[in-house]
Nanobody
Framework: QVQLVESGGGLVQPGGSLRLSCAAS????????MYWYRQAPGKQRELVAS???????IYLDSVKGRFTISRDNAKNTMYLQMNSLMPEDTAVYYC????????????WGQGTQVTVSS
Protein backbone atom coordinates (compact mmCIF):
# COMPACT_ATOMS: atom_id res chain seq x y z
CA GLN A 1 0.00 0.00 0.00
CA VAL A 2 1.19 3.50 -0.82
CA GLN A 3 0.19 6.64 1.00
CA LEU A 4 0.27 10.05 -0.64
CA VAL A 5 0.20 13.12 1.58
CA GLU A 6 -0.37 16.59 0.15
CA SER A 7 0.70 19.78 1.91
CA GLY A 8 1.23 23.45 1.17
CA GLY A 9 -2.33 24.61 0.65
CA GLY A 10 -3.76 27.70 2.28
CA LEU A 11 -5.25 31.14 1.77
CA VAL A 12 -3.51 33.48 -0.65
CA GLN A 13 -4.40 36.77 -2.29
CA PRO A 14 -4.94 37.01 -6.05
CA GLY A 15 -1.60 37.24 -7.80
CA GLY A 16 0.14 35.33 -5.04
CA SER A 17 1.97 32.02 -5.08
CA LEU A 18 1.85 28.66 -3.33
CA ARG A 19 3.84 25.46 -3.67
CA LEU A 20 2.04 22.20 -3.09
CA SER A 21 3.90 19.03 -2.18
CA CYS A 22 2.86 15.39 -2.51
CA ALA A 23 5.00 12.99 -0.49
CA ALA A 24 4.84 9.24 -1.11
CA SER A 25 5.32 6.71 1.65
CA UNK A 26 7.71 4.68 -0.45
CA UNK A 27 9.67 4.99 -3.63
CA UNK A 28 7.41 4.62 -6.62
CA UNK A 29 8.60 7.23 -9.00
CA UNK A 30 10.38 4.90 -11.38
CA UNK A 31 7.15 3.01 -12.07
CA UNK A 32 4.49 5.68 -11.68
CA UNK A 33 3.19 8.67 -13.55
CA MET A 34 2.09 11.45 -11.21
CA TYR A 35 -0.81 13.87 -11.44
CA TRP A 36 -2.33 16.91 -9.79
CA TYR A 37 -6.11 17.27 -9.88
CA ARG A 38 -8.42 19.85 -8.36
CA GLN A 39 -12.08 20.00 -7.47
CA ALA A 40 -13.95 23.22 -6.84
CA PRO A 41 -17.29 23.27 -5.00
CA GLY A 42 -20.09 22.05 -7.24
CA LYS A 43 -17.71 21.09 -10.04
CA GLN A 44 -16.16 17.90 -11.31
CA ARG A 45 -12.61 17.00 -10.49
CA GLU A 46 -10.26 18.10 -13.27
CA LEU A 47 -6.72 17.25 -14.22
CA VAL A 48 -4.40 20.19 -13.63
CA ALA A 49 -1.03 18.76 -14.57
CA SER A 50 0.79 15.49 -15.05
CA UNK A 51 4.41 14.34 -15.10
CA UNK A 52 5.83 11.05 -16.33
CA UNK A 53 8.77 9.20 -14.83
CA UNK A 54 10.85 10.85 -17.56
CA UNK A 55 9.54 14.27 -16.46
CA UNK A 56 7.41 14.90 -19.53
CA UNK A 57 4.65 17.27 -18.51
CA ILE A 58 1.13 18.23 -19.56
CA TYR A 59 -0.93 21.15 -18.25
CA LEU A 60 -4.53 22.26 -18.20
CA ASP A 61 -4.80 25.20 -20.62
CA SER A 62 -5.95 27.63 -17.94
CA VAL A 63 -2.82 27.07 -15.81
CA LYS A 64 -0.19 27.02 -18.56
CA GLY A 65 2.52 29.56 -17.88
CA ARG A 66 1.43 29.93 -14.25
CA PHE A 67 1.81 26.44 -12.74
CA THR A 68 4.83 24.15 -12.86
CA ILE A 69 4.78 20.47 -11.95
CA SER A 70 8.00 18.77 -10.91
CA ARG A 71 9.24 15.70 -9.06
CA ASP A 72 12.20 14.87 -6.85
CA ASN A 73 12.72 11.12 -7.12
CA ALA A 74 15.28 11.08 -4.32
CA LYS A 75 12.74 12.56 -1.92
CA ASN A 76 9.73 10.63 -3.28
CA THR A 77 7.99 13.96 -3.62
CA MET A 78 6.09 15.77 -6.34
CA TYR A 79 5.47 19.50 -6.41
CA LEU A 80 3.10 22.00 -7.96
CA GLN A 81 4.42 25.55 -8.03
CA MET A 82 1.47 27.88 -8.52
CA ASN A 83 2.10 31.51 -9.45
CA SER A 84 -0.21 34.37 -10.41
CA LEU A 85 -3.05 32.66 -8.61
CA MET A 86 -6.60 33.68 -9.43
CA PRO A 87 -9.88 33.21 -7.54
CA GLU A 88 -10.90 30.54 -10.04
CA ASP A 89 -7.96 28.43 -8.90
CA THR A 90 -9.74 27.96 -5.56
CA ALA A 91 -10.29 24.23 -5.05
CA VAL A 92 -9.18 21.17 -3.16
CA TYR A 93 -6.03 19.89 -4.85
CA TYR A 94 -5.31 16.16 -4.98
CA CYS A 95 -2.29 14.22 -6.06
CA UNK A 96 -2.51 10.87 -7.80
CA UNK A 97 0.02 8.18 -8.66
CA UNK A 98 -0.68 5.62 -11.37
CA UNK A 99 1.47 2.62 -12.18
CA UNK A 100 2.64 2.65 -15.78
CA UNK A 101 2.05 -1.13 -16.11
CA UNK A 102 -1.14 -3.21 -15.84
CA UNK A 103 -3.25 -3.24 -13.78
CA UNK A 104 -2.34 0.45 -13.55
CA UNK A 105 -2.78 0.61 -9.79
CA UNK A 106 -3.76 4.11 -8.67
CA UNK A 107 -3.31 5.90 -5.37
CA TRP A 108 -4.81 9.22 -4.26
CA GLY A 109 -3.90 11.69 -1.59
CA GLN A 110 -6.42 13.20 0.83
CA GLY A 111 -6.35 16.66 -0.73
CA THR A 112 -5.25 20.11 0.35
CA GLN A 113 -7.39 23.24 0.21
CA VAL A 114 -6.25 26.22 -1.85
CA THR A 115 -8.26 29.41 -1.47
CA VAL A 116 -7.48 32.49 -3.53
CA SER A 117 -9.27 35.52 -2.16
CA SER A 118 -8.67 39.11 -1.18
Amino acid sequence: QVQLVESGGGLVQPGGSLRLSCAASRSLFSDYSMYWYRQAPGKQRELVASITRDSDTIYLDSVKGRFTISRDNAKNTMYLQMNSLMPEDTAVYYCRARNIRPPWTTYWGQGTQVTVSS
